[in-house]
Structure formats: C-alpha cells, structure tokens
C-alpha cells in the first residue's frame, strides 16, 4: 500500500476531497516524524510500537579486504506490533 492508496481509503470511508484526505494524511505522517525526530517513543494504540534505539560505536570488518573498520554511533528506529496486530496479520 502506497501514501496515495491511504489518501484515496481515508478519502473513501470519511467523504472527504482527495485533496482533504491527503492534507490529512500528510499532517499525521509529519507528526509522527517529528516526535520520532525528537527520539520520543511513538504509541499507536491496537497498532504498536515505535522506538527509537541509540547504538554504540563498534568495531566491524569489510566483507571485500577485511580490513577492520569502526562503525559510528547512530539511532536506529524499531517497530513493536501490538498484540492485536499480530493476531489479525497471523488470521
């Protein structure tokens, strides 16, 4: 599913414009960017999880030489699903 199919479902089941569901669409999706910018934890209700993890520098190798190199710090984003999620993707 594509932001364009969300645009036209939000559009579909709420009679709104396209352009109304867009604007909509794209307003929830800059928030939730935002707070995750921030490195908040993002809890969506029946949906799940998203946290924003910090990992340490470590040491790695290049898989062409071996040459030994160090991998720098950097925040990596997860996503937990809820239970109920996980129920209706397994049904």
Same mark, same amino acid.
């Given at each position: 599913m594509t932001k364009a199919d969300m645009v036209q479902k939000v559009s579909d089941v709420s009679n709104l414009t396209l352009k109304e569901a867009g604007e909509i669409v794209e307003a929830v999706l800059d928030i939730m960017k935002e707070? $995750?910018? !921030?490195?908040e934890m $993002? !809890?969506?209700s029946g949906f799940g999880n998203f946290v924003v993890k910090q990992k340490q520098a470590r040491k790695g190798r290049n898989p062409q030489t071996g040459e030994s190199i160090t991998l720098d710090a950097r925040r990596v984003l997860t996503f937990k699903p809820s239970n109920l999620l996980r129920d209706a993707v397994n049904n």
């Open positions: 707070a $995750l910018e !921030k490195g $993002l !809890k969506i």
